[in-house]
């Protein structure tokens, strides 16, 4: 019922910027929260950042003051800007979303496909 689409991830330097793109599709009723998480080969899934339908935003302190989500909800896009980026931000990185449908009210989280953010030396 609902798509999660990632894109925007890439190679780039220590020190750089991405800014990634996770487009939401299907029969969306509501989106009660957006986030993103990122998996490191050998690692747990860990939460990058999450933004609420009123805009309260919440990030851990490994990416806190770098990290920066948004959202378009004219698009139903939600965004993650990564700036001033470490070698140990690598992983693939997942948007996922707590969303309600017109056919199931009951708040689901969808998850998408991942995209590959890696960051050399």
């Known amino acids: 019922q609902v798509q999660l689409v990632e894109s925007g991830g890439g190679l780039v330097q220590a020190g750089g910027s991405l800014r990634l793109s996770c487009a939401v599709s299907?029969?969306?009723?509501?989106?009660?929260?957006m986030a993103w998480y990122r998996q490191a080969p050998g690692k747990q899934r860990e939460l990058v950042a999450s933004i609420t339908s009123d805009s309260k935003t919440n990030y851990p302190d490994s990416v806190k003051g770098r990290f920066t989500i948004s959202r378009d909800n004219t698009k139903n896009t939600v965004y993650l800007q990564m700036n001033s980026l470490k070698p140990e931000d690598t992983a693939v990185y997942y948007c996922?979303?707590?969303?309600?449908?017109?056919?199931?009210?009951?708040?689901?989280?969808?998850w998408g496909q991942g995209t590959q953010v890696t960051v050399s030396p």
């Open positions: 996922n979303g707590l969303a309600t449908t017109m056919t199931w009210t009951r708040p689901q989280f969808y």
């Open positions: 299907g029969s969306i009723n509501s989106i009660n929260a």
